[in-house]
């Protein structure tokens, strides 16, 4: 199984402040045939079911604010919030899905200072 | 809007079954792939169990952990996914997300097994 590894593991924000988030992956995430990279992110709110906050490396959802961005490749991936709010807080996954079985890290805890 | 009702939860016994139901007022789920996820009390996410569309076989994969005890399956005419839990274990309770794969999740529904 592909192992993904996030770190930190938490992370404490100054509001409008930028916040950086890593994941690894145990195996290559580029499908060199369909030319993707298949790790996506997720946000865990308090309380709430997960919201997909990017696809496929870099691609923002719909309705996803502009602070967030997704980059990488291969094996490692970065998720930036470029200023923090008070509603970015909640629990970040990675997941991959270039094989069966679909795995995430074990998630990267936002809160704020 | 993405709208995934999640419903058929609860308290079970081990050895029973149960099944999760998946809907939506805004989706046309035969239109989709989907999956099933769930959440163990103060732990992180697990991918369980997906489904193709009908029109790609409805062909289906499944985690190590639920092989052989969990059914996912579709009806599209009612516009509903299913997840059939069988043999169900202390260690299946947790909150269960269905999902259109792979973005949207719906709101969860509680799975306690216990005797």
């Known amino acids: 199984d592909v192992v993904m590894t996030q770190t930190p593991l938490s992370l404490s924000v100054t509001p409008g402040e930028p916040a950086s988030m890593s994941c690894r992956s145990s195996?290559?995430?580029?499908?060199?045939?369909?030319?993707?990279?298949?790790v996506d992110w997720y946000l865990q709110k308090p309380g709430q079911s997960p919201q997909i906050l990017i696809y496929?490396?870099?691609n923002r959802a719909s309705e996803v604010p502009d602070r967030f961005s997704g980059t990488g490749s291969d094996t490692d991936f970065t998720l930036k919030i470029s200023s923090v709010e008070a509603e970015d807080v909640g629990v970040y996954y990675c997941?991959?899905?270039?094989?069966?079985?679909?795995?995430f890290g074990q998630g990267t805890r936002l809160d704020i200072k | 809007e993405v709208q995934l009702i999640d419903s058929g939860g609860g308290l079970v016994q081990p050895g029973r079954s149960l099944r999760l139901s998946c809907t939506s007022p805004?989706?046309?789920?035969?239109?989709?792939?989907m999956a099933w996820f769930r959440q163990a009390p103060g732990k992180g996410l697990e991918w369980i169990a997906f489904?193709?569309?009908?029109?790609?076989?409805?062909?289906?994969e499944y985690a190590a952990s639920v092989k052989g005890r969990f059914i996912i399956s579709r009806d599209d005419s009612k516009n509903i996914a299913y997840l059939q839990m069988n043999s169900l274990k202390i260690e299946d309770t947790a909150m269960y997300y269905c999902?259109?794969?792979?973005?949207?999740w719906g709101q969860g529904t509680l799975v306690t097994v216990s005797s």
């Open positions: 999902a259109r794969a792979y973005d949207y």
């Open positions: 805004t989706l046309t789920l035969g239109s989709f792939a």
């Open positions: 489904i193709k569309m009908k029109a790609y076989g409805a062909t289906t």
């Open positions: 195996r290559s995430l580029l499908d060199s045939v369909a030319g993707h990279t298949y």
């Open positions: 496929t490396l870099s």
């Open positions: 997941m991959q899905r270039i094989e069966y079985p679909i795995t």
